[in-house]
């Protein structure tokens, strides 16, 4: 009898393990993102607060966590792709990486930001701007730059700095809006240009606020909100956007296609979240972000959108042609080779 109870117990824990091994949902997800890092960490934080689930996370820039996803493709390590453009997501789409995944939260999003194709889901929006070192400005006696055309100043030879659109998504965001400003041909033409007042790519979006903040160089590209982030830490930047136009980014999240079977309830819980009021209160409250939620309303400190000249941004085509346009910026323009990490 006691061989036969032993033999039971042995079948039982045999049948039971590949279950748990396979089956059964954990209470973490793992995720990539281009998020600063302390806005990340506040809302990883936030999360677990709220739902008893953690997060493991590694941040990249935009671009690096797509060439990632790639290489990982038959084999993905996360759950979740969060952080990015539609540009960015729709190319990431189009390469075979991500998953469909429509929130029950997605109501609170306007239908004119929502995917088509029910695989990314938009979480907020931010704008490009430029921010200039003001202590700079005095020395040199020039005003902040208010167009693209003004960047072209020669006075600011060697003191301006952007991320490259090859691997940051703010950088391919400033890039992309500015050809859809100027057309193509002639918006390559401008960044050739441009190119000779660049004193250094970097390999993230929010670096070039920091070096202008630190007088490193003088203008700095990028997103808004960490420009206002770097002023907030008492850099001496002011914030200016360009008159002819300027692009926006609907910064999404996305399900990994492929990612760990065990986190899947997790990671839906998590975009979830992402469009819950405590995350759309804390993105705009905390971080400057224009909420996707009709729900809440803009930060006063921030400038109403309405009262930007913002272009007509061509999401789904700056992301189908966003392989190719890196491309012809790494043949015509600057590599990315030695970007400033």
Excluded at 16 to 27: F, H, N, T
Excluded at 88 to 102: E, R
Excluded at 283 to 306: C, G, L, W
Aim: hydrophobic share 40%; proline share 5%.
């Amino acid at each position: 009898m006691k061989r036969v109870l032993a033999l039971m117990m042995c079948l039982a824990l045999l049948t039971a393990l590949p279950v748990a091994a396979s089956g059964e949902q954990i209470k973490s997800v793992s995720i990539y993102t281009c998020y600063v890092e302390a806005e990340a960490l506040e809302m990883f934080e936030q999360f677990t607060k709220d739902t008893g689930i953690k997060v493991n996370y590694v941040r990249l820039g935009a671009g690096e966590i797509v060439t990632r996803l790639e290489a990982e493709k038959e084999n993905p390590q996360v759950s979740i792709f969060m952080g990015g453009s539609v540009d960015t997501h729709t190319s990431a789409m189009n390469k075979g990486l991500l998953d469909n995944y429509v929130s029950p939260m997605i109501d609170v999003v306007d239908e004119r930001w929502k995917d088509p194709n029910q695989v990314w889901t938009p979480v907020s929006m931010i704008v490009t701007a430029f921010a200039s070192n003001t202590e700079y400005l005095a020395e040199k006696g020039i005003e902040a730059p208010t167009s693209w055309a003004e960047l072209l100043n020669p006075e600011l030879k060697g003191d301006v700095c952007m991320a490259h659109p090859g691997t940051s998504g703010a950088a391919y965001t400033a890039f992309s809006g500015m050809l859809q400003t100027f057309g193509v041909e002639e918006g390559f033409e401008y960044m050739k240009k441009l190119d000779g007042n660049i004193a250094q790519y970097t390999k993230a979006g929010a670096a070039p606020y920091r070096m202008a903040g630190l007088g490193e160089i003088g203008v700095a590209i990028g997103y808004d909100l960490d420009a206002q982030a770097t002023i907030n830490e008492g850099y001496p930047l002011v914030i200016t956007y360009p008159s002819e136009g300027t692009g926006y980014e609907v910064t999404c999240v996305s399900m990994v296609k492929g990612g760990p079977a065990n986190e899947v309830e997790a990671a839906h819980a998590f975009i979830d979240w992402m469009l819950s009021d405590t995350c759309q209160t804390m993105a705009t409250e905390q971080f400057y972000r224009y909420p996707i939620s009709k729900n809440i309303p803009v930060n006063p400190a921030m400038i109403p959108m309405d009262q930007l000249n913002l272009i007509d941004y061509d999401f789904i085509w700056s992301g189908d042609n966003k392989v190719a346009l890196v491309e012809r910026f790494e043949r015509e323009v600057r590599t990315a080779e030695n970007v400033l990490k």
